[in-house]
């Protein structure tokens, strides 16, 4: 898709550094994601990965490098910003509260409310089921019952509704961090669909995953980091998985390890 020099990227980061103390943790990275595209973000523990993705949320700031989003360079100084520009970023805890429902999750922090007695604000749970309702219906989410708190729900189904949430709030790209990592066969094949309606929504979705898998079942490209640097790139479908294996933990030990 890269080389569609027609369509603009959503995101472009160029020459990406972050630096702890005497360590560089990512170093001089170069990247691009399109609409609707899914990117696989591959590499072992301490390859860079999750640091380059808080840079990309507002976590960090870069030392050097920038980041450009719909084509205007950011300089993000939270993950407050990030997200009012339309980047979501789901870790494994989703950041759900357990003991509300369905809806009450989705508008967490941004309730609608409506006048009681023309005067006292109070949450309007009707119109937040309705539009729970439709944002779950537009991601093709089954949840048996909304008003259900999210404690008794699944994992999978608890992803979906962290997904929601990022959708309903305008999400322009989600990055997911080992989005299947805790669930179960069938779980993850619904995680997995969800990503697959999302592309097809042209949403694009970055995914940082151990599970190749995974990885090969729904990303588009693949970007491999190693000791910070980006190592390679490829197509899915012009790779396999032993070749992204020896490219994740390098030739060298790779024929070694033969």
């Known amino acids: 898709m890269g080389e569609n020099g027609n369509i603009e990227s959503i995101l472009r980061v160029t020459g990406l550094t972050k630096r ?6 990512v170093d001089h990275v170069d990247m691009e994601v399109y609409p609707g ?21 507002g976590v960090y700031h870069p030392d050097e490098g920038q980041i450009f989003f719909e084509g205007k360079e950011l300089k993000l100084g939270s993950p407050v910003n990030a997200l009012e520009l339309g980047i979501e ?3 494994q805890d989703l950041a759900l509260a357990e003991n509300l429902n369905v809806p009450a999750n989705i508008f967490l922090g941004r309730e609608t409310k409506k006048p009681f007695l ?6 309007d749970n009707d119109a937040m089921h309705e539009e729970a309702k439709k944002v779950l219906q537009r991601l093709e989410i089954e949840i048996p019952s909304l008003r259900s708190k999210i404690m008794t729900l699944s994992g999978g189904q608890r992803q979906a509704v962290a997904i929601s949430r990022s959708i309903y709030w305008n999400a ?7 989005p299947t990592a805790a669930l179960g066969v069938a779980e993850q094949k619904k995680v997995l669909d969800l990503v697959r309606t999302l592309s097809s929504q042209n949403i694009p979705v970055i995914i940082i995953s151990h599970q190749l898998y995974d990885i090969f079942a729904v990303c588009d490209r693949l ?17 396999t ?5 020896g490219l994740i933990i390098g030739s060298d030990l790779a024929e070694r390890l033969e």
Do not use: W
């Open 20 to 25: 702890f103390g005497g360590l560089t943790a």
């Open 37 to 57: 595209e899914v990117v696989g973000l591959l590499g072992d523990n301490g390859a860079g990965k999750s640091t380059l993705i808080k840079m990309i949320s």
């Open 89 to 91: 970023t789901l870790y």
């Open 118 to 123: 023309g005067i006292i604000p109070v949450l």
């Open 172 to 178: 322009k790209l989600l990055i997911m961090d080992e």
């Open 223 to 239: 970007v491999i980091m190693r000791r910070g640097q980006k190592v390679a790139e490829r197509i899915t479908k012009q790779t």
């Open 241 to 245: 998985p032993d070749e992204v294996v």
